[in-house]
T-cell receptor, first 112, second 112 residues
Framework: EDKVVQSPLSLVVHEGDTVTLNCSYE??????LLWYKQEKKAPTFLFML????IEKKSGRLSSILDKKELFSILNITATQTGDSAIYLC????????????FGSGTKLNVKP | DADVTQTPRNRITKTGKRIMLECSQT?????MYWYRQDPGLGLRLIYY???????NKGEISDGYSVSRQAQAKFSLSLESAIPNQTALYFC???????????FGDGTRLSIL
């Protein structure tokens, strides 16, 4: 059975801290791994990873994929209160439709 | 204006009622999806559609039905609502296989 597991489930840090969020997967015919940020409304896309070892970076956020060990991490440096959100990981398969398997998310709370 | 619009934003109703949630998009995407989100369970796929003639069940389609009225419109119906269908429902779209999905702001549905 295909499975995507995120850890930790929740995390509380203070502004300026660095955090690492984890996503491990057991999915046959892996195609891609995506990270989304969900504040109060719609999840918004952050990164899509398809190749091992290639870091994707956007400002203070970065992510990398390890296809051998079947996991990805999302790093946030110098956290700000605006980073408080649920971070979702989703895995896509090599099939002829755009179907993704989502993890349960990591809830990040950044305190001033 | 939002690219993916869901109506209503919030709905409270009683067990046994028929409910329709609507989704419209201006992104011109062929693929549309309905998910539900429950605390601790992430996003789970209910139905998806690749064009107006194509409807597919997701992992939790029981108790739901959908209609793809046009490329831009995809509605989700609960024929006889039950309390365990209380959840946050998201509509999403995507352009092509493997590309990130774009989400609406969600419909919060409570069934008493």
């Amino acid at each position: 059975e295909d499975k995507v597991v995120q850890s930790p489930l929740s995390l509380v840090v203070h502004e300026g801290d660095t955090v690492t969020l984890n996503c491990s997967y057991e999915v046959t015919n892996f195609r891609s791994l995506l990270w989304y940020k969900q504040e109060k409304k719609a999840p918004t896309f952050l990164f899509m990873l398809t190749s091992s070892g290639i870091e994707k970076k956007s400002g203070r956020l970065s992510s990398i994929l390890d296809k051998k060990e079947l996991f990805s991490i999302l790093n946030i440096t110098a956290t700000q209160t605006g980073d408080s959100a649920i971070y979702l990981c989703a895995v896509g398969k090599v099939v002829n439709f755009n179907k993704f398997y989502f993890g349960s998310g990591t809830k990040l709370n950044v305190k001033p | 204006d939002a690219d993916v619009t869901q109506t209503p934003r919030n709905r409270i109703t009683k067990t046994g009622k028929r409910i329709m949630l609507e989704c419209s998009q201006t992104k011109g995407h062929d693929r549309m999806y309905w998910y539900r989100q429950d605390p601790g369970l992430g996003l789970r796929l209910i139905y998806y559609s690749f064009d107006v003639k194509d409807i597919n069940k997701g992992e939790i389609s029981d108790g739901y039905s959908v209609s793809r009225q046009a490329q831009a419109k995809f509605s989700l119906s609960l024929e006889s609502a039950i309390p365990n269908q209380t959840a946050l429902y998201f509509c999403a779209t995507s352009a092509v296989v493997g590309q990130p999905q774009h989400f609406g702001d969600g419909t919060r549905l409570s069934i008493l």
